[in-house]
């Protein structure tokens, strides 16, 4: 008798640890890592939008238009923003995978013909519904993540951003392995697995109050680990890809192998809930079921904690406008976007992030204007996101590392990132033999290394309190930088060269197809202008510096530690 009733407490105590794990802070984070790792679906663009522009007839000036919709999509999360200010988690990444699934889905449908031939303003529609999804996941994986990580934001930011960048790459070995070398299924996947993702995760994902750990860092610094394996054997698997003939079932095991580390960052999950559990449970003669309850009184007190924590005061958001507190508090939605230093930062952000994703939407067709074969286009776009990961983590950690040891400013970062940028955007107006190669690794790694320091730089210049709206609200230049920089001027520029090969030729637009352009003149003035532009962007981030030098100065995380002291003095009493 004694015997069952202790295997019935023992397989009880499994249960009941395997529902701690999946409501503790640690599998909340896993749960990000992956719907984060499938919400790059817009940094894929330079792989299905030959198949577009060829099934649609479209030039590159009306490809640019879809590009730029998909920019604006993905960066206009404001409204992804508000709603997460009122709503829960959950409901936020509900929006997002609907979203997803259909903006992707009515392309698919077009583009294989599935449905009649859509009119551009309903395609703009369509990609533009598709790519705003990502910012329904950022908001509800990301901005949740930073809250409940507050002290390890920079590497925070550079982990989840990390695993967008690496997004790309991942869902092309997975739909490699599914449907073969046929890109306009590539577009069938990005509509049903990201979708996929936030709703099995939906539940697992919310806000917790914030505790502190010392072994924090180097818990991240496993993840991320993990990530860079994640990151080089799928950089290793692109170039043997491209050198050997795989098989349907060699693609099957690379994209095996993908999928399984990404699962390794749940048994470093279910390894640090074990450690918690060891530490704080009490002996074995204790009676157990009053162990269970003292467990879920913990949990209401925190519960009950984090609730507190996130309810806003009585004074509305948007009071007190010109009355701004100091940098580092919480500002109001209007005080952070009137202050000068948000100006600031728009501005970098418009020149620097609008740039690169011109860049980014253009690198399929500039390979085919420099005589690259697609197999080769598709490498480079993969070194892109290859490095767009590197470019997150290497701004999300060592500036976080810089900040704490040496008070190196985030904004100075971002002024030596732009100025790299330049480089690469002048790599491609003066092409040499494999200089696209270098040019997608300096764009990728620039272009991804700018987010996490945009979203760090607002969450600790303006506040957490807001942080949904507010660093939704920070990239809206990107793709206003984007339109401008994309739409109208690249796109021109490139149709313009187009027509003059025409010319040549005798021929007129009417009499072919698909407008394209070969040769290094295609793209040359075009990224001329764009590294002219990043450049300026570098030196508008130096003003930034200047103002804020003193701010980083000091001690920016003092508070959080004061909250998170407080948070488990009270835990300690309720015990």
Not at 236 to 256: D, P
């Amino acid at each position: 008798m004694v015997i069952a009733t202790t295997d019935t407490w023992r397989r009880s105590s499994l249960l009941a640890f395997g529902v701690t794990v999946i409501r503790g802070r640690w599998f909340s984070l896993f749960a990000s890592f992956l719907i984060m790792a499938g919400a790059g679906a817009t940094y894929l663009f330079g792989v299905y939008s030959k198949d577009i522009k060829s099934s649609l007839g479209y030039d590159q000036t009306t490809l640019n238009l879809l590009g730029f919709f998909k920019d604006l999509g993905a960066n206009v999360g404001v409204l992804s923003g508000l709603i997460a200010e009122v709503t829960p988690t959950w409901f936020v990444l509900l929006i997002g995978s609907a979203m997803n699934f259909a903006g992707y889905f009515m392309i698919w449908l077009s583009v294989t013909g599935k449905i009649s031939k859509p009119r551009v303003w309903q395609m703009c529609i369509y990609i533009c519904i598709g790519a705003n999804s990502q910012n329904f996941a950022n908001t509800g994986a990301l901005v949740t993540s930073v809250r409940n990580f507050p002290e390890s934001r920079g590497v925070m930011l550079g982990l989840l951003k990390g695993f967008t960048g690496l997004s790309g790459a991942i869902l092309t070995q997975i739909y490699l392995a599914v449907y073969g070398n046929d890109s306009k299924s590539l577009i069938l996947l990005i509509a049903w697995l990201p979708a996929a993702l936030s709703v099995v995760f939906v539940y697992t994902i919310r806000a917790m109050p914030v505790v502190r750990n010392s072994n924090e860092l180097k818990i991240f610094y496993h993840f991320l680990y993990v990530s860079i394996v994640l990151a080089l054997f799928i950089m290793v698997m692109t170039i043997v890809q491209q050198v050997v003939s795989f098989s349907q079932a060699a693609y099957a095991g690379s994209a095996t192998v993908v999928c399984a580390l990404l699962f390794v960052p749940l048994l470093i999950a279910i390894r640090e809930e074990s450690i918690i559990r060891t530490q704080t449970r009490v002996p074995l003669k204790s009676n157990p079921p009053q162990t269970a309850v003292e467990s879920s009184a913990v949990q209401d007190t925190q519960l009950a904690a984090s609730k507190s924590e996130n309810r806003p005061n009585d004074t509305p958001c948007f009071a007190d406008i010109f009355n701004k507190p100091e940098r580092g508090e919480d500002y109001t939605i209007l005080q952070a976007l009137s202050s000068v230093d948000m100006m600031i930062l728009f501005l970098a952000t418009f020149c620097g992030l609008g740039s690169s994703l011109t860049a980014v939407d253009n690198l399929g067709q500039i390979g085919e204007s420099l005589g690259y074969p697609t197999k080769t286009i598709k490498t480079f776009l993969s070194l892109l996101s290859i490095w767009n990961y590197f470019g997150r983590i290497f701004s999300g950690f060592v500036s976080e590392s810089l900040l704490a040891k040496y008070k190196f400013p985030r904004p100075l970062m971002m002024t030596l990132i732009l100025f790299l940028s330049c480089i690469g955007l002048l790599l491609i107006a003066f092409p040499f033999k494999g200089s696209v190669y270098l040019a997608s690794i300096i764009i990728g790694f620039s272009f991804g290394a700018q987010l996490p320091l945009i979203f760090a730089i607002i969450s600790e210049l303006f506040g957490l309190k807001y942080y949904s709206t507010l660093f939704n609200c920070g990239q809206l230049a990107s793709p206003l930088g984007s339109y401008i920089l994309n739409v109208k001027v690249t796109g021109p520029l490139y149709d313009k060269e187009a027509l003059k090969e025409l010319a040549k030729k005798g021929m007129t637009r009417s009499s072919v197809k698909e407008l394209t352009c070969i040769g290094s003149r295609c793209y040359r003035l075009a990224f001329v202008i764009l590294a002219s532009v990043t450049f300026f962007g570098a030196l508008s981030s130096l003003i930034l510096v200047v103002r804020t030098r003193n701010f980083y100065k000091g001690d920016i995380y003092k508070k959080f530690r004061d909250e998170a002291d407080q948070a488990a003095l009270d835990i300690s009493i309720s015990k």
